[in-house]
T-cell receptor
């Protein structure tokens, strides 16, 4: 069955470190998204991609970057982790319908 | 940008009770989506609505696309413990991006 997987599921890091969260989907979807989920804020869009070599900023993109070298993967990088980036991160993919399929999430703690 | 106001923020109910939650938008949507997030998991699509006035059921869940296209409702009948979770409404903005409500946290007391 097609799926979308995230790794790691849990990570603890220190302020200033670079962190990369992986996202891999086998749906062959063109559209991929990264959201963060925080209490009181719901799901907020960080970055998204409509295809290989395409990346776009979402509403909370500062401090994050993504790259899309193939259809299946959209890694999210925190260049210099900050405590404000402690959150649960969700990757999602979709085709043209707008119906997103989510991964199981990556819980990041920045100390 | 588009904003979705979802209410209530949380609900604490007894098993067997019916549940109702709603979502309103500052702008018109052509599609409304309802997701459920189980504890420790990613959101999963429950119901998709594509037409104003549409009423769609999925088991004990019923959702409606408001006539004004600025609101949607989700009802759960005869709640059970596994209904616990966060329910999100969502609507697609430009270019397949979804805007999400802040969620309704549902707790069901056995």
């Amino acid at each position: 069955d097609a799926e979308i997987t995230q790794s790691p599921r849990h990570k603890i890091t220190e302020t200033g470190r670079q962190v990369t969260l992986a996202c891999h989907q086998t749906w062959n979807h063109n559209n991929m998204f990264w959201y963060r989920q925080d209490l009181g804020h719901g799901l907020r869009l960080i970055h998204y991609s409509y295809g290989v070599h395409d990346t776009n900023k979402g509403e909370v993109s500062d401090g994050y970057s993504v790259s899309r070298s193939n259809t299946e993967d959209l890694p999210l990088t925190l260049e210099s982790a900050a405590s404000s980036q402690t959150s649960v991160y969700f990757c999602a993919s979709s085709e043209h319908t707008g119906e997103l399929f989510f991964g199981e999430g990556s819980r990041l703690t920045v100390l | 940008g588009q904003q979705l106001n979802q209410s209530p923020q949380s609900m604490f109910i007894q098993e067997g009770e019916d549940v109702s939650m709603n979502c309103t938008s500052s702008s018109i949507f052509n599609t409304w989506l309802w997701y459920k997030q189980d504890p420790g998991e990613g959101p999963v699509l429950l119901i998709a609505l594509y037409k104003a006035g549409e009423l769609t059921s999925n088991g004990r869940l019923t959702a409606q696309f408001g006539i004004t296209r600025k609101d949607s409702f989700l009802n759960i009948s005869a709640s059970i413990p596994s209904d616990v979770g966060i329910y999100f409404c969502a609507g697609p903005g430009s270019n397949y991006k979804l805007t999400f409500g802040k969620g309704t946290l549902l707790t069901v007391n056995p």
